[in-house]
C-alpha cells in the first residue's frame, strides 16, 4: 500500500483555529469523496468516559475497543505519544493532523494570528507548504497564504498536492493492468475507496539461480496476486499482507 498523504496543522499557541480549519479542510475533502483519518494530538490526555471501557483499560488490557451503532473507539494502552505511532490506526490513504508540530513526518500548514509567528514555527517545523492567517500579511512568503474564511481554496491546493503524492507512487507506466486507463484514474479511485492500489508498483523480485529475472507489469501482477490469493486460503495469514518471501532449492 503507498503511504498516505500527511497534513499538519500547527499553531505556536491555542486558540489559533487550528480545529475549525482543518475540520472544515475535513468536510471539504470527504464531500468529495475521499478518505480521510484525522489524528488529533492530544497532550493533556484523553478522558476515558465510558466506566466500563475504562475499567478494561486500566486493567492493563493492551487495546480495548468501545463499539456502539455507527462509531468505533479504540483505546490504545502504553501508548507511546508519537505521530509515528498514531499513524498505525489511520487507515485511509489521507490523514489530517491536528498539532504534532515537531514531527518531521507529513506537510505542515501554519495557523497564525501574525507575521511573528510564522519565524517562530517554522524553527520548529519542517516541510511547510502553506499559512493561514487571521489577517492578511504585509511581508509576501514563498508559500501559498490563505486567511480564515478560504478553507474551500486551501483545500484545492492540498488537494493537488495529496493526488501527485499518492500518483507519483504509482508505477506511472499508465499500463492499465488495474483496470483504469491511467494511473491518475487509479488514484482517483483508489483515494475515494474505489479501488485496491497499483497491482505493479508492488516490488516484486525474482531471481533464479541468484540471478534476477526482469519482469514486465503484467507477470509482475500475476505473481503477486496468485501468490497472496494462495495464501489467504491458509490459517494464520494476517488480513493485511506486505511482504512476502518465499525460497525454495531442487535437491
Request: aromatic share 6%; with cysteine.
Amino acid at each position: 500500500m503507498p503511504t498516505p498523504y500527511i497534513v499538519k496543522f500547527v499553531s505556536s499557541e491555542s486558540k489559533r483555529g487550528k480545529t475549525t480549519v482543518a475540520s472544515k479542510i475535513v468536510s471539504l475533502l470527504t464531500s468529495r469523496g475521499y478518505r480521510v483519518s484525522v489524528i488529533k494530538h492530544c497532550k493533556s490526555g484523553v478522558d476515558l468516559e465510558e466506566k466500563d471501557t475504562k475499567k478494561y483499560f486500566e486493567s492493563g488490557a493492551e487495546i480495548v475497543v468501545a463499539s456502539a451503532p455507527g462509531t468505533a473507539v479504540v483505546y490504545v494502552n502504553q501508548h507511546v505519544d508519537l505521530l509515528e505511532n498514531a499513524l498505525n490506526y489511520a487507515k485511509t490513504p489521507i490523514v489530517v493532523v491536528e498539532g504534532f508540530k515537531e514531527s518531521k513526518l507529513g506537510e505542515a500548514v501554519l495557523i497564525v494570528k501574525g507575521e511573528e509567528e510564522i519565524e517562530e514555527l517554522t524553527a520548529k517545523t519542517s516541510n511547510v507548504v502553506a499559512v493561514v492567517t487571521h489577517s492578511k500579511l504585509e511581508k509576501s512568503l514563498k508559500i501559498p497564504v490563505f486567511t480564515i474564511g478560504e478553507e474551500s481554496k486551501l483545500a484545492d491546493y492540498l488537494e493537488t498536492r495529496l493526488i501527485s503524492f499518492i500518483l507519483n507512487q504509482t508505477s506511472l507506466l499508465n499500463c492499465q493492468t488495474c483496470g483504469y486507463p491511467t494511473c491518475r484514474d487509479l488514484v482517483s479511485a483508489y483515494l475515494r475507496g474505489k479501488a485496491e492500489w497499483c497491482p505493479v508498483a508492488s516490488i516484486v523480485e525474482v531471481k533464479v539461480n541468484n540471478e534476477p529475472i526482469t519482469l514486465n507489469p503484467f507477470v509482475k501482477s500475476i505473481i503477486k496476486n496468485t501468490i497472496k490469493g494462495m495464501l489467504r486460503s491458509l490459517k494464520g495469514v494476517p488480513e493485511t499482507i506486505m511482504e512476502i518471501e518465499i525460497s525454495f532449492k531442487e535437491k
